[in-house]
């Protein structure tokens, strides 16, 4: 069997990001499966690149990694071509999507088995299988059941035979440190260094699995359920050394659910990186770091870390708590962080869920409120707004979600609408408990909040910009008077700069 992985555009430009989940998954491969990786983001036509890797690939199957939003849009229509043109390929999809949609998957007829969760071992146990038909395999449920003999694989779903779709239970995350190191051969990585804030030759990496908490709007929870799996510091260092050494980059972006967990794990690490010169971001928590003592802030300032991505979420404790963050957060330890941060010259960047029921308009005052507060303790501070959008099975905000009406779609066709497009990036108008005119609130803020303080992330602006940018917002801000922004407007179609439309929300 022939295994062709793709990789789904991930964005409207194209951004190459490093295929992370691919390389992860196919090193678990080797040596006992050939295989391909495609990049959507690196292809011009990619349903014609794929339709001609699978007419000159004997017994190929198709694999792909989907997240909601652009990867979904791409991954359905491909897919359903690509099975009416092959009906015998095999088609497997894994990734945040099919982890927690997998029967809306499974009800597609181009879609043969999800992947559910972290799927290298799961991956290869259904090659395996698919492999060696002949071996007799137990029930995927109990003897009671009505259910047809099917691969007992932990964290696979597939169609029974009445055609309604079933899942095993999730596997084990496997431990990162005991899987093979990934085989960068395969890619073309000149084409994943490109220039951030960070530094002009940028690449990412991702150092473990999991995270061990329990927000309850976070798709994280429902496939680790509290665990994180972390390679060692020597490891990690390892790698960052390669980077360095064979692609000369010079910042590197950790993408880690929370690469902040284990202070002694990151200290060492930062001790161990130190002479490499490089820049690099993680994201975090901030009841964790907080804790941090002044030994490990400042061996991560002299390592190179120059921004870390924090879930502030709201700036309203009763709403912290809905969120299941509320025991160990709290508003005041958000600006307890943002003071540290600025002592060290290192820059928070902090992620907002607005819009929360059951009052979503009090929350966003509440929130906006606070934000401007963050703001004057360390105006550097990154601010990135996101929509509340449920996440299926996860607790108080959920269930008060669907009492407002709420429910997912059932086919992947009505998932990729344009109205359920814009829920997946977090933009959508017809959430039943958030009016149009509160999302327009946000929106407008945001675009005097980003012209005030114009984003670290956005390298390109010129000093003279942000000097124009925050001259012609200044009376907006200190006003408190956000509602319809035109000069802002008219002013971003001679100088670019990030903005709701360009940002999360």
Known sequence: MNIIFYNPQSSANKKPLLPMSLLAVAAVLEPDYNYTIVDGNLEDDPLATLDQLIRQTDNPLLGLTVMPGPQLTQAVPLCRTLKERHPHLLIVWGGY?????????????????????????????????????????????????????????????????????????????????????????????????????????????HSSYGCPFFCNFCAVVNMVNGRWLPQSAETVAHIAQHYHDQWQVNAIEFYDNNFFVHQARVAEFSERIQHLNLAWWGEGRIDTMIAYDDQ?????????????????????????????????????????????????????????????????????????????????IYPESEIVMYLYTPVPLAGDLYDQAKADGFAFPETLEDWISPAWQQFSQRRSRTMPWIRPTLQDRIHNFERVLNAYYPTSTNYHLKKSHRQALRALSSWRYHLQFYRFPWELRLLHRFVAYQRPETSSF
């Open 97 to 205: 999507f099919p982890t927690q949609h997998w029967d809306v998957a499974l009800r597609a007829p181009y879609v043969d088995y999800v992947v559910r969760g972290h799927g290298e071992i799961v991956f290869r146990q259904l090659l395996d299988h698919l492999t060696n038909q002949s071996i007799s395999l137990p029930l995927t449920s109990t003897e009671a059941d009505d259910a047809a003999p099917g691969p007992n694989i932990p964290g696979l779903a597939y169609t029974l035979p009445d055609g309604s779709p079933h899942s095993n239970p999730l596997a084990p995350i496997p431990h990162p440190n005991k899987l093979p190191s990934w085989n960068f051969d395969q890619l073309p990585m000149e084409h994943y260094v490109r220039p951030t804030f960070l530094g002009s030759r940028t690449l990412g990496y």
């Open 296 to 376: 490990t802030w400042r061996l991560m300032r002299d390592s190179g870390l120059k921004m870390v991505y924090l879930g502030a979420e709201s700036g309203s404790i009763e709403t912290l708590k809905r969120m299941d963050k509320g025991g160990q957060m709290s508003p005041e330890k958000t600006l307890a962080i943002a003071e540290k941060m600025r002592r060290w010259q290192i820059i928070p960047e902090f992620s907002f869920v607005m819009g929360n029921p059951p009052d979503p308009e009090q929350d966003i005052i509440d929130t906006i409120d606070f934000i401007r507060k963050l703001k004057t």
